[in-house]
């Protein structure tokens, strides 16, 4: 049986960031986005009244894991008919825009945004979980 999904709160007057640890694949986007916010060296690491909700939500917008989100909001993916590539240092190989990614059995999944594991240690292998963050390589 598998362990609930565990589900952190951070909220300021106006918005409340959810952050689903077990979802995060550890880009660092957050941490090198708002800093001032999101930062692994204080407890709790998501500091919500360091920055405005607007730059807050758009940060969040840009989680390639979706596991940073903003409740109530379920944000729409923005076709402008162009692929981004983004090689994260130590990290996942991030593709934004839409793709189409074909399996050995050959099974078509498309997906908005998609996070490769680049390590080969995932546990979703080829889709990054974040193992990376764990284990050096």
């Known amino acids: 049986m598998s362990e609930p999904a ?3 709160e951070y909220s ?3 918005i409340t960031v959810l952050w689903k640890p077990q979802q995060c694949i550890h880009s660092g986007i957050c941490l090198r986005g708002l800093p ?6 204080r407890k709790p690491w998501v ?3 360091g920055a405005s909700s607007e730059e807050i939500v758009k940060l969040v917008k840009d ?5 940073l989100s903003i409740k109530g909001v379920k944000f729409k993916e923005v076709d402008n008919s162009s692929t981004e590539v983004n090689l994260i240092p130590h990290g996942p190989l991030i593709i934004r ?3 189409t990614v074909k399996d050995r059995k050959d099974e078509t999944v498309h997906h908005e945004t998609v996070s490769f594991c680049r390590c080969g240690r995932s546990g979703k292998y080829p889709y990054c979980d974040g193992t ?3 284990k050096k390589i």
């Open 63 to 67: 989680c390639p894991s979706k596991a």
């Open 36 to 41: 001032q916010v999101f930062d692994l060296k």
């Open 97 to 99: 825009g839409g793709a």
């Open 132 to 134: 990376h963050a764990q």
């Open 6 to 8: 565990i589900v952190k």
């Open 12 to 14: 300021n007057d106006e």
């Open 47 to 49: 500091d919500i009244k």
